[in-house]
């Protein structure tokens, strides 16, 4: 009789409770859209970045229209607050919104309001816009560069080889965190990846 109790009360809390840190796991990876995300489980950090263009300027040769903004927010809850804002500006225009997680490869995103470009890109404040997974990411974190002459190495370690150093901002996403350091890559031709010290980046709270 115990046992039966027991069974009953823990299939009355999952239907009560749906929405615990355990059914909150966000997959980290490539949604719709090509809204790219991470969920750092072990923090309860989620990192987000959106990167869009559309029309095309014949005379220029450049698109007419861009939407470029980067996101964080903290909790394990199904409903997230997160805030918004372009990533490279010392005082960031910063835009709240929310992300309600379905399930562990959908989720949806509603900003209190657009950033500048979007509206002619992709809304974001209109109605909340459901994403999906697209491809799967082994990322802790999406982050961006915030110090100057930035140096990714081959190994965790300022005596080891120089890869490659970055004089400009550029979003990167971390895979992988030992210490100090960050293995980090980022898109470019060929993709460049590297061990990078963590005070050269972003680090969400």
């Given at each position: ?18 929405f615990s840190k355990g059914w909150a796991q966000l997959t980290s990876g490539i949604y719709s859209n090509g809204l790219c995300v991470a969920y750092d489980s072990a923090h309860q950090i989620l990192t987000g ?14 698109p007419l229209f861009s939407c470029v903004f980067y996101f964080e927010g903290h909790g394990i809850d199904s409903l997230i607050s997160i805030k918004s804002y372009y990533p490279f500006e010392e005082k960031p ?113």
């Open positions: 009789m115990k046992i039966k109790t027991i069974f009953l009360y823990l299939i009355f809390s999952l239907v009560l409770f749906p970045y959106f990167e869009g263009e559309a029309g095309f300027d014949e005379q220029t040769q450049q225009d910063t835009i709240l919104g929310t992300i309600k997680i379905k399930n562990a490869q959908t989720f949806e995103m509603k900003l209190e309001e657009e950033h500048g470009g979007c509206w002619n890109v992709s809304h974001f404040a209109e109605q909340a816009n459901e994403f999906k997974l697209e491809e799967n990411r082994n990322w802790k974190w999406i982050s961006y560069i915030i110090y100057p002459d930035a140096t990714i190495y081959d190994e965790p370690s300022d005596k080891k080889t120089v890869i490659q150093k970055i004089k400009k901002p550029i979003v990167v996403f971390v895979d992988a965190i030992k210490g100090d350091w960050c293995f980090i890559h980022f898109d470019s031709k060929p993709t460049t990846q590297g061990w990078i010290k963590k005070r050269s980046l972003f680090i969400p709270k």
